[in-house]
């Protein structure tokens, strides 16, 4: 996957140009199909309260505020519905799970039951992609568009690199569905590992 990458061309955008970008494409394509693989075990999310409860330690807020949020999530897959858009979400869990995926995969279970087909894969799956480098983080926009999302060491979005090439974009957007097939569906996954 790294080797697809070092040999593209693509422009680095920074946080806010790529968020700006990622939604403007994102809605400008009835019908796409939306992937996105998350491989990091943590993130930091400042600025969202869900993950800043969850940060200073208080789950019991933190799960409130997300069951709060499960109507905005439910109305945004609804837009999507009328759009006739796919959001695919490949979640790779290394065992044993940190406190972060815990609670992330509480969050994903939420968008997984407002409609976000969203799966689990582990290290094995991952493992022969990565030849001792992890996966990057990516979202591919229908055919068109694939980001490599970019972080800091802690974990904080901090931009995209963004790539238009019809050719990358195939390439790795089928390796992000070869994984989601081989992934375990999230609501068999949730039940037995964190019930």
Known sequence: MRDLLDQATGRRLAREAYLTDFWERFWAVDGAHIW???????FREPGYGVWEAFARGDWSESMRLLQADRQQIAAEHRRMARHAIRLHWVRVVEPPLSEYVR????????RAECGTDARIVGPPQVAPLE???PLPELVTV??????????????????????????????????????????????????????
């Open 36 to 42: 996105k693989l998350e491989r990091r075990q943590h």
């Open 103 to 110: 609670w992330n995969l509480h969050v994903l279970r939420i």
């Open 131 to 133: 030849g001792g480098e």
């Open 142 to 195: 229908a055919d068109e568009t694939l980001y490599e999302v970019r972080y800091d060491a802690d974990g904080v979005l901090v931009g995209a690199d963004r790539y238009t090439d019809a050719g990358l974009v195939r390439a790795c957007r089928q390796v992000l569905t070869d994984l989601h097939r081989a992934g375990e569906p999230l609501a068999d996954y949730f039940p037995r590992e964190l019930g």
